[in-house]
């Protein structure tokens, strides 16, 4: 019988909670947080499971919540999340610290024939056979105080996943992944998945125009929004939307009765801010050329064969099937565009495990070596 204590508002009481917590060897964590408004998510609760305890947390309370920070960096704990990037994102951004160690059980779930990034609800599913209610999906999470449906809500999330965990892990065990696994959940700890550099904003705004000066204007109106909303706690399109960032990179002001002629324009920017604008993009101008962005990534139209990407494609999934590994964590569309381009060095379909499933038989593919057959309406690999 788990015993929930629903919702902790006091220093008492979450003292003898936190007691609890440091007995077990795996907690569950989640949190409900809003970012409607703000730059940076603001954190609502937190929910925090043992084998058989579990209660939520009212960070908006007068609660002192160091014990909670303190708890998520005790080392002999192992934290559980689904999906817990954005959850890890908060306590990072409120902390400076990465929980340690932490699991990821969406994550796993890609390594044990479950799909491409698994939802929460479909791992409740399967190893418990609930259904989620969803009604309070959407709740304001800001408003006390909060229902007995809310938190019921909320705190199911870590009762489900106490108890998801050992059967994820021990398919993983039994399919021997465990370090297939920990590599991937490795890169949940690198801070710079988090902190958005100011520098490389632009290369998230998706731009059909390729030309390196208008790429270069854009680059820098991208840092001053992205540092802008930091320093003012606002959502990026609050401020200016991506779009209209990149009509004013095109059209290129000089001067602030010109902003008027711009689609999309907010009226609400501020004469200040214009007139920064305007000094960026006159600044931008004296960059040298030489130094402009490149084409971004995303934009770049490869020469690849259609047929031969397909074919690619098709092999993808042939070996996520048979491997039942998610075909998104073992190589993209880019990756597969690189492989036809000749390249090699870096990717990672042709490193550790990724080798193995893929990249071993992509080499095969490649070397003529490889063809396929159908026997019993299943395709079967055949190795010359």
Same mark, same amino acid.
């Given at each position: 019988?788990?015993?929930?204590?629903?919702?902790?508002?006091?220093?008492?009481?979450?003292?003898?909670?936190?007691?609890?917590?440091?007995?077990?060897?795996?907690?569950?964590?989640?949190?409900?947080?809003?970012?409607?408004?703000?730059?940076?998510?603001?954190?609502?609760?937190?929910?925090?499971?043992?084998?058989?305890?579990?209660?939520?947390?009212?960070?908006?309370?007068?609660?002192?919540?160091?014990?909670?920070?303190?708890?998520?960096?005790?080392?002999?704990?192992?934290?559980?999340?689904?999906?817990?990037?954005?959850?890890?994102?908060?306590?990072?951004?409120?902390?400076?610290?990465?929980?340690?160690?932490?699991?990821?059980?969406?994550?796993?779930?890609?390594?044990?024939?479950?799909?491409?990034?698994?939802?929460?609800?479909?791992?409740?599913?399967?190893?418990?056979?609930?259904?989620?209610?969803?009604?309070?999906?959407?709740?304001?999470?800001?408003?006390?105080?909060?229902?007995?449906?809310?938190?019921?809500?909320?705190?199911?999330?870590?009762?489900?996943?106490?108890?998801?965990?050992? $059967?994820?892990?021990? @398919?993983? /065990?039994?399919?021997?992944?465990?370090?297939?696994? #920990?590599?991937?959940? *490795?890169? +949940?700890?690198?801070?710079?998945?988090?902190?958005?550099?100011?520098?490389?904003?632009?290369?998230?705004?998706?731009?059909?125009?390729?030309?390196?000066?208008?790429?270069?204007?854009?680059?820098?109106?991208?840092?001053?929004?992205?540092?802008?909303?930091?320093?003012?706690?606002?959502?990026?399109?609050?401020?200016?939307?991506?779009?209209?960032?990149?009509?004013?990179?095109?059209?290129?002001?000089?001067?602030?009765?010109?902003?008027?002629?711009?689609?999309?324009?907010?009226?609400?920017?501020?004469?200040?801010?214009?007139?920064?604008?305007?000094?960026?993009?006159?600044?931008?101008?004296?960059?040298?050329?030489?130094?402009?962005?490149?084409?971004?990534?995303?934009?770049?139209?490869?020469?690849?064969?259609?047929? $031969?990407?397909?074919? @690619?494609? /098709?092999?993808?999934?042939?070996?996520?099937?048979? #491997?039942?590994?998610? *075909?998104? +964590?073992?190589?993209?569309?880019?990756?597969?565009?690189?492989?036809?381009?000749?390249?090699?060095?870096?990717?990672?379909?042709?490193?550790?495990?990724?080798?193995?499933?893929?990249?071993?038989?992509?080499?095969?593919?490649?070397?003529?070596?490889?063809?396929?057959?159908?026997?019993?309406?299943?395709?079967?690999?055949?190795?010359?």
């Amino acid at each position: 019988m788990v015993k929930i204590n629903k919702l902790i508002v006091d220093n008492d009481t979450l003292k003898e909670f936190i007691n609890k917590c440091l007995k077990q060897k795996v907690l569950a964590i989640d949190t409900e947080f809003i970012r409607d408004n703000t730059y940076y998510p603001i954190l609502c609760l937190v929910q925090i499971a043992g084998k058989d305890f579990a209660a939520a947390i009212d960070p908006l309370s007068e609660i002192d919540m160091n014990p909670i920070w303190d708890l998520l960096s005790n080392e002999k704990i192992l934290k559980i999340f689904h999906s817990g990037r954005q959850d890890i994102e908060i306590f990072l951004n409120l902390t400076g610290k990465i929980p340690k160690p932490i699991y990821d059980t969406q994550i796993a779930a890609m390594f044990c024939g479950l799909g491409d990034q698994v939802g929460y609800e479909k791992l409740v599913d399967k190893f418990l056979n609930l259904s989620i209610d969803k009604r309070n999906q959407f709740t304001n999470w800001l408003q006390r105080p909060l229902t007995n449906s809310q938190l019921d809500y909320a705190i199911s999330d870590v009762t489900h996943l106490i108890k998801i965990f050992p $059967s994820v892990n021990k @398919l993983i /065990l039994e399919a021997g992944r465990q370090e297939w696994v #920990s590599k991937e959940i *490795e890169q +949940l700890y690198k801070k710079d998945l988090y902190n958005v550099n100011p520098e490389e904003a632009w290369k998230r705004i998706k731009i059909k125009y390729h030309k390196s000066e208008t790429l270069n204007i854009l680059k820098i109106l991208a840092k001053w929004r992205e540092n802008k909303c930091k320093e003012r706690n606002i959502p990026r399109n609050r401020l200016i939307r991506d779009e209209t960032l990149v009509n004013i990179s095109l059209f290129k002001p000089n001067k602030i009765d010109l902003f008027n002629k711009i689609r999309g324009m907010p009226k609400n920017v501020s004469v200040s801010d214009l007139n920064e604008i305007v000094k960026i993009i006159k600044d931008a101008e004296k960059v040298d050329p030489n130094t402009w962005p490149k084409v971004a990534k995303f934009n770049k139209k490869s020469n690849v064969n259609k047929c $031969s990407l397909d074919f @690619l494609k /098709l092999l993808l999934v042939y070996c996520s099937e048979e #491997s039942g590994l998610a *075909e998104k +964590l073992i190589a993209d569309t880019d990756d597969l565009k690189s492989i036809l381009d000749g390249k090699r060095e870096g990717l990672k379909v042709f490193e550790g495990w990724r080798y193995d499933v893929f990249g071993k038989v992509v080499d095969l593919l490649l070397e003529g070596k490889l063809g396929f057959t159908i026997e019993n309406y299943k395709v079967k690999k055949i190795s010359f």
